[in-house]
């Protein structure tokens, strides 16, 4: 781990269907870094508001489904404490966050115009999100391993 300052607990939204949820095999010590662009998406919204996620839930998230890959995983904040003091952890968030992983960037483009452009997702599903949010969605780009379990 490069970086360990900026920590979330999360666990994965019960009844959400992703793509980690099938079984893989990982790859062996020592494999090559596999050639993915990964992405995360990570909402923010206020302490106790489940209004965001479930909009993300019921209408985000099968509008990406119907146009591209599954997710990796759909997670949201873990309540529990962190029982691993040496780590430290940001309390007092709430965030939902989306993995992917990607061909390439174009292809991760492409897969969010085309969610995007519903009509659904436009009208109504985008601009309840952004007024439900506590900040614009921050999007990182994640390096896999060769460990890293993606599909």
Known sequence: MVDSDDVLLLRPVPGARAAADSPAVRPPVGAPAPDRFVSATVWSFPSGQRDGIASIRDGLLPALMETGPAPLAFLVTEE??????GL???????????????PDENAHRRHLDEA???????????PDLARL?????????LAPTGRSLLV
């Open 88 to 102: 430290p952890v940001r309390t007092g968030e709430n965030v939902a966050v989306l993995l992917f992983s990607y």
């Open 133 to 141: 949010q506590t900040a614009a969605p921050r999007r990182l780009r």
């Open 80 to 85: 529990a404490r962190n029982t691993f003091p």
């Open 116 to 126: 995007a452009a519903r009509i659904p997702v436009r009208d109504d599903v985008l």
